[in-house]
């Protein structure tokens, strides 16, 4: 039984920092790519990062290039999502996922996924 924990959301300032993590269990992780994913309240869930099965090719979307980082500890099994120069447009529930068939930009290619954090930014 895969399980995917996420941790580290809060309220926190525009230009303010956060790190979420995502602890998995259950599984071989470092068999798996994983990705973030967020869901604002009315909107589709979309994909923010994702990173290879080993660390070495990460993806991230546009709007977070630069601000946010996807990175990943085999030996702790946990996946990590620094978060730096917020702003109120990132405010969402952030979920991470795991994948056996590589990165995917669509929440389609994952196979497992977390109940998700939130992320609150204030203006």
């Known amino acids: 039984q895969v399980q995917l924990v996420e941790s580290g959301g809060g309220l926190v300032q525009a230009g303010g920092s956060l790190r979420l993590s995502c602890a998995a269990s259950g599984r071989t992780f470092s068999a798996y790519a994983m990705g973030w994913f967020r869901q604002a309240p009315g909107k589709e869930r979309e994909f923010v990062a994702a990173i290879s099965e080993n660390g070495g090719r990460s993806a991230h979307t546009d709007s977070v290039k630069g601000r946010f980082t996807i990175s990943r500890d085999n030996a702790k099994k946990t996946l990590y999502l620094q978060m730096n120069s917020l702003k109120p447009e990132d405010t969402a529930l952030y979920y991470c996922?795991?994948?056996?068939?590589?990165?995917?930009?669509?929440?389609?290619?994952?196979?497992?996924w977390g109940q998700g954090t939130q992320v609150t930014v204030s203006s």
């Open positions: 996922a795991m994948s056996n068939s590589g990165i995917h930009y669509s929440r389609w290619g994952y196979d497992y």
